[in-house]
């Protein structure tokens, strides 16, 4: 009995002797430093040495960089210091008898403090990132997406905060404790059953709101006084084309792009002379908006975030949705307190180098403002376009057979 | 059939030692071309941890380029030189970063990573099989997926740069080297790459398949599997069925690129001049690839889902709750995840119908998952949890599923998706359930079977060091992401200085990459204590975890066949932790009903009418001893 005891109290001894190596260690991590600090300073004077700036932001990078790693060897060193000094710290413990770190309880009380912090920074980021959000929305249908959007935000933080607090709680408060024993308890078929129900149910009621708001958002069959307005991406803008004074938008054929027809609006149709171009999507508020949407090059994706609407532009395959715009721009101003809000229209699907930057301004105007605004723009049946098609007025009649194969799409 | 013939091979192998000619082991066969199931997880594992390290830099490297978008940093053009001219990486190579390290993490990382690693290491050990079905597949697997991974990481020596038409390659601008350098030699390379992976990865499902089918030990029913194993099968299987649908997604791809067809490719004009493609659909594309892309992600999480069931019921010292649930929602995922892909796929321009239909279905999906938390929740409680830094990894993936697979039910709603698509939001939502949740399966996995592995123990504190930092540190970079997505900023943004409405995101951005940083370093003190473990760690016992698996009645020091006699039969569900009347918390699977007379259960007889006449019987005759 007495000569096992002595025994450990050899082991402990012959581990602080292991531990005392890290002396040499450390003196050794020493040296290291002094030398690459050396370094680094040698590195600083050959620089000075040197009138080529170029070699002096050069040798400032590396300084820098050292000094980034170093720090990392530091934490690094830090780290294996403390653990040695909590070994060595453990091992007196256990020398004199007593208990040793119980890591179990320690895991168990950062747990704790996790969900601690943990609810704390989830409900700072909802109240102060929460509200650095979208206005509320400014399109007719947008209030469903975001009625559907807080039912949704309502039950799933319910779900987080509990099953979060749950694993946590069961993971502090479950941790071993020595002698408890744990509870077989493999399976129980009313529960299983109750917990499989409930989320189907909770989930039935999201599918149902969510596939009617879905019908009701994309359920866009064509009203008299649509207004129809082309936009087509290319890489990296976006073009607008707007109907003139008969309302309708001319057909158009991506074999007759060129230089002065970038949109390659086919001009033997009568609706597109008249068609105009613009430069900022210009919308009345109130009225069914239907945007026409094409792409000439890649994918790229029509994203109006304001409006709660987004629809890719595909490449031979045209697309449209609809929405109706319901505040002005200088009522979000006014809403908002900024007074350079603009709504914006922007690209959301990666289209190239220039993806990041491919923006339009839009803006929601009266009825009036509209009228004068449209009156203001430039067809796309400019001078230049007229003299390379060889076009004078009298071809147009001619041109009317064709207007009835010519889909307004 | 091979099962004899293994085992007659075998033990014919041990009768007459090692004279046989084929069974000295030179360094090439067994660190290089080995078709021992262990050496080749091995193989994976760290390949795997190479590449998850390289993908985790790239992302450094984007997420400094977001935080300091006008900032110029001298070293970048050291170190990436024509990419990042005058210290700022360039547009068109930052898309590069996003491409490459989405496209390593989801393939070469969650997909070979985990599941080569661990359904090559657990299946044989967890079955009760010498090694897999076809170890010389097994083995050129593992080569195919290294030829793919020097493929891929070649194509960032190229002039103009690698793929960065995002992981997803959605043509035309994959399809068209004019739409952005990226799309010329780099997409060549990422195709050749990714078909080279899809045959590893199917050399490896078929194998996993066979293996869990034909090779299971005497009495290793498929009820009495370990969840790891159903996982891995299920997984397997998913695999078999899509990752083909890619690469026929792909040829076509190829065909399109260097043969002038018109898959997906129409009406396209670019740089003004009018290409001769007419009559394909970009949209085909898509569903090729979603309907391997949304399989995958369930690839990428089922094995982490497997892993963690095992880990938390071990150390819970508690049965994993409902195991046959737990079952059936694997399967019920399984299956259900063939008919969902067409969520990623709402605002593309696709029939609003169909979109509604996915839309049930997506949302469907949410039950099995939800069936399973509960279940984890009710394995911890009242157990008696041992913080292993495995099980640590595992609560923290209950955890992270639970929070990405919440912002999930937004993603799957098509009215909500319309908003959401594309936005910070989805970055954030399947950074916690696969960068996140699956990470830590796979990390859990590591420091659970890293004494099988290599015969040593890992340093606990490291460890839970390494997964507190890595825990705080997934979460201060994802949460904040959910913010900006509905603020509506889009991913995959060069800068955000370009928007004066996305400016208020700046802070945000550079306290999320500096919370990336940190995590980042914090990986060094796993990978100091993966690599110095496996040379110098403290030797590990048979049973470390006092675990009723059958990988740990293997013998520490690995051979090639497993066990040194016969395969252990099985008798047992794996899961028999603290069950009342046994003198130990666990009991494993090799161990008879027989020998454990005081713990056994009516319910352990079910399909078993003579153990249960047997049962009876000791019952009776207890009492009657009891009376006396």
Redesign the interface.
Known sequence: MYSSVTNTKKEYIMAFKKILNLKTLSSAFAAMLLFATSTVMAQDTTATNFPGADDA??SA?WT??GYYALI?VL??II?GIV?KI?RVYDLTLQIQGKKTIN??NV??I?FII?LVA?IY??LW?FFV??N???PISASLH?V??DN??NI??G??VV??FL??I???G??FY???RGK?????????NT??KI??II??IV?TV??IT??F???E???TTEVKGDINIDITG??FAWELRYPGKDGKLGSKK??L???TNKL?IDFKDKNSLDDLAADTLVLPVNRSIRIN?FA????H?V?M??F?????A????P?YMKFTPTILTTDMREKTGNP?FEY?L????????????M?KVVRVVSDSEYADWLSKQKPYLTDGVKKELKMAVNTQPAAQGQNRLALNN | MSTVTVHAHEVDKHGHGHDEHHHHDTFITKYVFSQDHKMIAKQFLITGIIMAVIAMLLSVLFRIQLAYPEKSF??LE?LLGRFAPEGKI???FY?SLVTIHGTIMVFFVLTAGLSGTFSNLLIPLQVGARDMASPFLNMLSYWFFFLACVIMLSSFFVQKGPAS??WTI?P??SA?PK???GSGEGMTLWLISMVLFVASSLMGGINYVSTVLNMRTKGMDLWKMPLTIWAFFLTAVLGVLSFPVLVAGVVLLIFDRSFGTSFY????????K?MPYE?????LFQHLFWFLGHPEVYIVIMPAFGISSEIISTN??????????MVYSLIGIAVLSFIVWGHHMF???MN?FL??VF??TT??I??PS??K??????T????????TPGM?FA?GL??FF??GG??G??LG????D??L???YFVVAHFHLVMGSAAIFGMLAGVYHWFPKMFGRLMD???G??HF?LT??GA?LVF??M??MG???V?R?????T????MK??LS?NTFITWAAIMSA?AQ??FL?NFFYSIFFGKKTTQNPWQSNTLEWTTPVEHLHGNWPGEIPTVYRWP?D????GAEE?FIPQTVPFSQTMSSNLP?DFEDNEAGLEAYDKWQKENKAIEAN
């Open positions: 932001a050069k990078m820098t960089v990392v934490v690094g780290i653990g909590l890591w179990s895991m168990g950062i996790f943990g920074g989830a980021s990132q929460g650095m959000l979208l947008g469903k997406t559907m959007f949704t935000f039950i799933t779900v987080f099953t979060q749950a694993l946590f069961f993971s479950y941790r071993n408890r024993k744990a509870y077989f308890y493999p399976h129980n529960i299983e917990w499989t989320p189907a989930l999201l599918v969510g596939f708001t879905w019908k958002i994309t359920n290319h890489q991506y074999t792009v060129s230089g390659g949407i000439q090059d890649v994918i994706s994203y975030p304001h709660r609407a987004q629809l890719n595909v490449p031979g395959l697309t350079k914006l922007y690209c959301n699907k990666i289209c190239g180098g220039g993806h990041y930057n923006q | 001298p070293l050291t360039s547009p068109d898309l038409g995002g959605y035309p601008l068209l739409a952005m350098p490719l129409s009406d396209i004009v670019i740089a003004g009018v009559g394909g659909s970009p949209i819970s010292r508690k049965p994993i709750f409902g195991y046959h649930a605002v593309t321009g609003p979109g509604g839309m049930i949302l469907i949410a039950v939800a069936v938390t509960f279940n984890y929740l009710a911890l409680w009242r157990g008696n949890l041992r913080f640590l609560i209950v955890s639970i929070s919440l912002t039910i937004f709603n098509a009215a909500l319309i908003n698509h594309d936005t606990e504190r490291l839970y060091l507190w825990f705080a979460y949460f904040p959910h913010f509905l603020d509506g889009p995959r943004y060069y800068a955000f370009e928007f004066e409405s208020q995101w945000v370093v060094l003190l100091f899961y932790y603290s069950k009342p918390d319910h």
